[in-house]
């Protein structure tokens, strides 16, 4: 069946680091795939999303590019904050009724 | 707009008691999901909804989880009894129903419950 696989957190980095939280599918036909963010307490929001192979989603200076050659969507963002601290899920969409594969989860803690 | 709205966001009950979460989905979606999160197993589906159907309730953990959709509007989550381990954030969510699958799932902010 549809996986996703993440790497393990957490993620420690200073502010204004660079980020990339992997992230690698295994799925059949062509998926879309997706980031959220959970900030503590909430509930999960999108962050990004890629619908086809090729395709680069990006919001609030994170980017992720769909590579159905290594079937991975990489999250990246070039100088991250303080205020990006929490969890990232990685998850593929791939049936008519919209039910998500979610990975596990990579906590990012950023320190002034 | 309004997002997905669940009551209570917080609920303290005691073993054996009957729990029962709510849920309203965004106006127009067709599809309900039911998730719960804990630190040891993360983030499980435990049931989804389309167009008020249950089409798989696989990842209900046992017959003590129930789960209802009287009305494109409203969903419940129910255990009775509860025990100490379904202490966990039960998180509801929705999307715009059947079709492609590049339609995101927008979620509540969760009911944390704890049982004692």
């Known amino acids: 069946g549809d996986s996703v696989t993440q790497m393990e957190g957490p993620v420690t980095l200073s502010e204004e680091a660079f980020l990339t939280i992997n992230c690698t599918y295994t799925a059949t036909g062509y998926p879309s795939l997706f980031w959220y963010v959970q900030y503590p307490g909430e509930g999960l929001q999108l962050l990004l999303k890629a619908t086809k192979a090729d395709d680069k989603g990006s919001n609030k200076g994170f980017e992720a590019t769909y590579r159905k050659e290594t079937t991975s969507f990489h999250l990246e963002k070039g100088s991250v904050q303080v205020s990006d601290s929490a969890v990232y899920f990685c998850a593929l969409g791939n049936t008519g009724f919209q039910k998500l594969v979610f990975g596990t989860g990579t906590r990012l803690l950023v320190s002034p | 707009d309004a997002g997905v709205i669940q009551s209570p966001r917080h609920e303290v009950t005691e073993m054996g008691q009957e729990v029962t979460l709510r849920c309203k989905p965004i106006?127009?979606?067709?599809?309900l999901f039911w998730y719960r999160q804990t630190m040891m197993r993360g983030l499980e589906l435990l049931i989804y909804?389309?167009?008020?159907?249950?089409?798989?309730d696989s990842g209900m953990p046992e017959d003590r989880f129930s789960a209802k959709m009287p009305n494109a509007s409203f969903s419940t989550l129910k255990i009775q009894p509860s025990e100490p381990r379904d202490s966990a954030v039960y998180f509801c969510a929705s999307s715009p129903g059947q079709g492609p699958s590049n339609q995101p799932q927008h979620f509540g902010d969760g009911t944390r419950l704890s049982i004692l």
């Open positions: 106006s127009g979606h067709n599809s």
């Open positions: 909804f389309n167009n008020n159907v249950p089409i798989d």
